[in-house]
């Protein structure tokens, strides 16, 4: 069983949509829940990041985080072309171990 | 020069040659990072330096040698790699709170 199960996609959106990604994982010890973008020929940038459960926001985005179901989202609002990239979740229980999905490749339609 | 830079950004070597990656971060973060990224397949980490010293190997094949000479800069040195081992590369380096991992842009490997 893979550490973190994100699907992979490919989601395609029309402007203005809501998106919803998701990811699960096996590893009840995981406490910090990190969302990256990557753009084509770039590297992962930081999103958001959640410790523990609970809802975090910033701008457009929202992260959620459900330890008992082990459960993360990342909610894009009025999703936008520029939005267009693979989404990758990533987690960790110590710090120095992180553990990423396969990422979930997203087109924002204009 | 900005945040993490890796070069070159494009590699290709045959499976007896040597060559060594480059990464260098202007950040003033204590922790650094290899990652491979395969195609369909999660990152997967490969080493970690905090201030200089090798905390965690993911059982990485010895064909990769890491090397941290001060906590700015990271190379990762090949030889004798196999096409499987053809992915991105990616350096990324951290601040003491370890969640907020910021990445280069990463070397492309093809090894023929």
């Given at each position: ?6 699907d ?36 992962p ?66 | 020069?900005t ?17 060594s ?31 200089k ?9 010895s064909?990769f ?48």
């Amino acid at each position: 069983q893979k550490e973190v199960e994100q699907d992979p996609g490919p989601l395609s959106v029309p402007e203005g949509a809501i998106v919803s990604l998701n990811c699960t994982y096996s590893n009840s010890a995981f406490q910090y829940f990190m969302w990256y973008r990557q753009y084509s020929r770039k590297g992962p940038e930081l999103l958001m990041y959640t410790y523990s459960s609970g809802n975090k926001e910033d701008g457009r985005f929202t992260a959620q985080v459900d330890k008992s179901s082990k459960y993360i989202s990342l909610f894009i609002r009025d999703s936008q072309p520029s939005d267009s990239a693979t989404y990758l979740c990533a987690m960790s229980d110590t710090g120095n171990q992180f553990y990423f999905g396969t990422g979930t490749s997203l087109t924002v339609i204009p | 020069e900005t945040g993490v830079t890796q070069t070159p950004r494009h590699l290709v070597m045959g499976m007896t040659n040597k060559k060594s990656l480059k990464c260098e971060q202007h950040l003033g973060h204590n922790a650094m990072y290899w990652y491979k990224q395969s195609a369909k397949k999660p990152l997967e980490l490969m080493f970690v330096y905090n201030f200089k010293e090798q905390t965690e190997n993911n059982s990485v094949p010895s064909r990769f040698s890491p090397e941290c000479p001060n906590s700015s800069h990271l190379f990762l040195h090949l030889h004798t790699l196999q096409p499987e081992d053809s992915a991105l590369y990616l350096c990324a380096s951290s601040p003491p709170r370890a969640y907020e991992q910021y990445f280069g842009p990463g070397t492309r490997l093809t090894v023929t």
